[in-house]
């Protein structure tokens, strides 16, 4: 079955330093990869998409890579706040139409 | 635009019970997903609907139900309830479906069940 990692530590860093979560994968490749944000007590927050053939998509201080080869997803938060401060979460597609698959999440922590 | 509502926010039930949730997707998006959020298994996909027809399933017993109407809104359904299925549960509407490269997921609060 289908497995996606997410660091289940919380990454805690300086404010203004860049944030990189990652999420892994097993198996075959995912059609679409999605990054969401979300808050506690609140639903998840759609943040970016990235297709099985592009390699990096950006969004004001958000970078998401994609490497089928390594099977992993980087999520980038560049000049942290302490506002990015939430749990991101991963998400995939494992072919175009079907159920989207979320990965455990990653809880960051921006210190000022 | 409204966003997606649901209701009720919490709810306290006793083993056995059966309880009915609701969700108001954002106007104009036809595909209501539901998912399951707790600790230990994080967010799983329980079903999405379409134009009031079930499209996808995910991997959950068949006490758990749901079906959609023709104004979108949705309902899920957990009869004969298990302390297990205490958890967060979230509805998402988009367009056309979550696994479309436009298919952006807008997710609702959640409705916080507590099995006793």
């Known amino acids: 079955s289908q497995k996606i990692e997410q660091n289940s530590e919380a990454l805690n860093i300086q404010e203004g330093k860049t944030a990189t979560l990652t999420c892994n994968y097993t198996?075959?490749?995912?059609?679409?990869l999605q990054w969401y944000r979300q808050d506690p007590g609140r639903g998840p927050v759609f943040l970016l998409l990235?297709?099985?053939?592009?390699k990096e998509k950006r969004k004001e201080r958000l970078k998401v890579t994609f490497d089928t080869t390594l099977k992993q997803s980087l999520f980038h938060i560049t000049a942290s706040q302490p506002a990015d401060s939430a749990t991101y979460l991963c998400?995939?597609?494992?072919?175009?139409?079907?159920?989207?698959?979320f990965g455990g999440g990653t809880r960051l922590m921006v210190k000022p | 635009k409204a966003g997606v509502t649901q209701t009720p926010r919490y709810l306290i039930k006793t083993r056995g019970q059966q309880v009915t949730l609701s969700c108001s997707p954002i106007s104009g998006h036809r595909s209501v997903s539901w998912y399951q959020q707790t600790p230990g298994q994080g967010l799983q996909f329980l079903f999405e609907?379409?134009?009031?027809?079930?499209?996808n399933k995910g991997n959950f017993p068949g006490r758990f139900s749901g079906r959609q109407f023709s104004n979108s809104r949705s309902e899920m359904n957990v009869s004969t309830l298990e302390l297990g299925d205490s958890a967060l549960y979230l509805c998402?509407?988009?367009?056309?479906?979550?696994?479309?490269?436009?298919?952006?997921?807008?997710f609702g609060p959640g409705t916080r069940l507590l099995v006793l």
């Open positions: 609907y379409f134009s009031e027809t079930q499209r």
């Open positions: 198996n075959y490749s995912p059609a679409y």
């Open positions: 990235i297709r099985e053939n592009e």
């Open positions: 998402a509407s988009s367009l056309h479906g979550p696994g479309l490269a436009d298919g952006t997921q807008y």
């Open positions: 998400a995939l597609v494992y072919s175009a139409g079907n159920m989207l698959t």
